[in-house]
C-alpha cells in the first residue's frame, strides 16, 4: 500500500511559477515509477510528466505540452516527488494528480498502468 499526497497548488498568472510536491508513504519502492497527470473541467485526465527507472537509471518523461516548461524531479531520501511548473499558461489550468506504478517503464503516459493515486492539488492560471 503507498499513500500519495500532493499539495503547492494555487493561483497564479499566466507566465508565472509553482511547485508541486508529492508525498509518498507505504510500502513504496524508490524503483517506482511516479508520474503526474493533470484534469481540466469537462475534459479528460492527461499524462503531464513521469519518472521511470531502468538499468540502475532514472529517465524523465513530459508530454509535449509541457516539454521546456515543466521540470520533474524525485528526492528518494525525503520519498517526495515534485513538478516544478514555469511559464504557465491559461491552458495549464486543472487539477494535477501524483500517481505510483510498480511497473511502468513503457506505459508511464497510461494512467491505466498506475496503482496509486493521490487525491490532486487545484492549479489556476489567469489570463
Known amino acids: 500500500q503507498v499513500q500519495l499526497v500532493e499539495s503547492g497548488g494555487g493561483l497564479v498568472q499566466a507566465g508565472g511559477s509553482l511547485r508541486l510536491s508529492c508525498a509518498a508513504s507505504?510500502?513504496?519502492?524508490?524503483?517506482?515509477?511516479m508520474g503526474w497527470f493533470r484534469q481540466a473541467p469537462g475534459k479528460e485526465r492527461e499524462f503531464v510528466s513521469a519518472i521511470t527507472w531502468s538499468g540502475n537509471t532514472y529517465y524523465i518523461h513530459y508530454a509535449d505540452s509541457v516539454k521546456g516548461r515543466f521540470t520533474m524531479s524525485r528526492d528518494n531520501v525525503k520519498d517526495m516527488v515534485y513538478l516544478q511548473m514555469n511559464s504557465l499558461k491559461p491552458e495549464d489550468t486543472a487539477v494535477y494528480f501524483c500517481a505510483a506504478a510498480r511497473y511502468g517503464n513503457y506505459g508511464y503516459h497510461d494512467e491505466k498502468e498506475y496503482n496509486y493515486w493521490g487525491q490532486g492539488t487545484q492549479v489556476t492560471v489567469s489570463s
Open positions: 507505504g510500502r513504496s519502492r524508490s524503483t517506482y515509477t
